[in-house]
């Protein structure tokens, strides 16, 4: 079997001024790329849905949307709106890391084995460019929340492409994990789990790599991601040519 190849092989810098979108049929929602500059108020309707959900499992402090809210270490983020119109699922990107000292993944892991690692996996990994996942949710009254979560662990590797980076990192409990990995993310199995938030919790770290990803997806999976991928790449670089074009015109 011959595997699709990804829009996008060599990461590239894409600069939009609008909304990219594409429709996820079997999630019946419209999956959005934006940037909280670009968006507010679909930026403030994500963090308000981020805030009700983790508020449910009782771990809104890890939110900290006083310093989030600003969207100043946001480059993008990924709203799923549902048929009408109302935001059920998002993440949102932050980066390109300095260093480990920009990740959030460094206080979850603070008194816990395997901290000095973490450090080291990133520090590692920031000359090929990193940009961290975070402040993942999905609405669980939405009937269609798997295919919801779904849809976000595909679009999250688009990322890479669209900020011109090689490494996405994530962190999270193992339900969430195992959604990841089904887009090519690769569990860091040499770091222990972290206890973050609380006792509940064993927290993990995940990498998806560009150049490897692909061959890690399950197939079904990279199947989607192959036509939804190319759909807002497409939307993404027209929209770059549209902004090189006006620009030169008025010189």
């Keep these: 079997m011959t595997t699709p190849q990804l829009h996008a092989i060599a990461p590239q810098k894409l600069h939009f001024r ?16 934006s940037r909280p500059t670009l968006d507010r108020g679909l930026w403030n309707e994500y963090l308000r849905g981020a805030h009700r959900t983790y508020k449910k499992h009782g771990v809104e402090c890890t939110l900290n949307l006083d310093s989030v809210y600003s969207g100043h ?15 059920v699922g998002g993440a949102r990107i932050i980066g390109p890391l300095r260093s480990a000292d920009d990740s959030h993944a460094v206080i ?43 849809a976000l662990a595909r679009a999250l590797p688009l990322s890479m492409s669209l900020l011109g980076v090689q490494f996405v990192m994530g962190t999270g409990a193992a339900h969430a994990l195992d959604r990841w ?67 030169g015109a008025g010189q």
């Excluded at 990994?125 to 919801?148: L, N």
């Excluded at 770290?205 to 692909?214: F, G, K, P, V």
């Excluded at 790449?233 to 549209?242: G, I, Y």
């Design 18 to 33: 609008e909304n990219l979108s594409v429709w996820i049929s079997d999630a019946q929602c419209r999956l959005v790329v």
């Design 73 to 87: 270490d946001t480059q993008l983020f990924f709203a799923a709106l549902d048929g009408q119109g109302d935001v």
């Design 181 to 247: 990995r089904s887009s090519g993310a690769v569990i860091a199995a040499k770091i222990p789990a972290a206890i973050y938030p609380d006792e509940r919790y064993r927290t993990k770290m995940i990498w998806w790599d560009h150049r490897t990803y692909a061959n890690h997806a399950e197939p079904k999976q990279l199947s989607k991601m192959v036509v939804e991928s190319r759909k807002l790449m497409r939307d993404a670089d027209a929209l770059s040519v549209t902004t090189t074009a006006t620009t």
């Design 108 to 150: 979850e892991w603070a008194g816990n084995p395997g901290v000095h690692e973490v450090r080291k996996m990133i520090d590692d990994r920031v000359p090929f460019g990193v940009v961290e996942a975070k402040t993942g949710w999905v609405d669980s009254d939405s009937r269609h929340r798997d295919a919801i979560a779904a």
